[in-house]
């Protein structure tokens, strides 16, 4: 008997992929157009990795589904040895299949939570930059993009991770200038700094595939607004966060903020303000309730605090990229501060007794 069954087309295989690309039904309805592939995507979880940024980059790939009635996406999630992994939170999250097992057409996004990137295995790194050699497309997700830093793959790239370990991956990867948007998507290579961002990052690429309508729907059904695809800073502006909006104020904390390893005088801070030693004193105790001085070591001494938890740089080391001259009033003053001394972190980091 001849088997009469046609050949199966781009639409037949998506149609077919509908028991594996998640379509609830909702109340709310937005109608697209025919479903010529179903776009797929790999959450590639790695130790330690951010619930948060996980779930929000996924979401908004659900409610397409939903809104559209049709398998506009679909998704797994992988780990390096197809293992379940366990989140920062404590969560363990079960993996459908190891890493190995993705497809050059499905994107692979890195999941991650703190600046060890979930230390990736050499064979791991070796498959992401495989991928993107055979015309695959990458992303990260919080600090996904030290990962694909490891496999080489941001040479050249503008991307994004946590503003939190900006700090620490400048130190690593001194050559990799990282962007200050809450995502970016540069060709194949997406990145995004976690958290409601991831959430950003996959409606923007909703708005892409379907529209300005369609992914302004997707926004309100995740609660978050939608500005035409607007991709503001990571954090809030220095104004905001003083409560001011003084610009000689502003202007100072950014000239302490970009000079942290070699710190101006105040009589360099005064003379590029315009404004007297006395001014700076006056408005630093109104607005913010410290002297300008406890303020910019405050600073140093959150960014050392930062070294010391995502680098492996030496207490000595990070003193001087702080601009602290000595060890010991590095750690004086960061014990007045935080309560225990650099030490005290610095071993609990490592998990062990000696100093590096």
Known sequence: MTDKTPPTTDS????????????????????VGEVVKTQSYAFLLLKDFTL????????????????SQKPLYRWSVVSEDGRP????????????????STGKDTVIF???????GGNPAKSTLAFLHRHNRTGGALGGICTGAVALAQAGLLDGRTFTLHWECHPGFAERFEHLPPSKRRFEIDGRIMTCGGGAASADMAISIIRKDHGDAFAAIVADMCLLRDDAGANLAQRTSIGSVLHTRNPGLIEIVRLMTDNI??????EELAERVGYTMRHIERQFQRCLG?????FYQNLRLDHARS???DTDLTLFEIAAACGFNTKSHFSKVFT????????????????KGGEA
């Open 307 to 309: 070294l010391i938890t």
């Open 290 to 294: 410290v002297t300008p001085t406890r």
């Open 12 to 31: 037949d295989d998506a149609i077919m992929d509908l028991s594996r690309a998640l379509i609830p039904l909702g109340s709310a309805f937005f109608p």
């Open 85 to 100: 992994v366990r989140s920062s939170s404590g969560v363990e999250i079960a993996a459908d299949a190891a890493l190995s």
């Open 52 to 67: 948060l940024a996980f779930s929000a980059a996924i979401e908004p790939f659900r409610i397409a589904n939903q809104l």
């Open 261 to 266: 390893e070699t710190p101006l005088t105040m």
């Open 336 to 351: 007045r501060r935080f309560g225990s001394p650099p030490s005290r972190v610095h071993h609990r980091r490592r998990g």
């Open 110 to 116: 890195a999941c991650s939570g703190n600046l060890s």
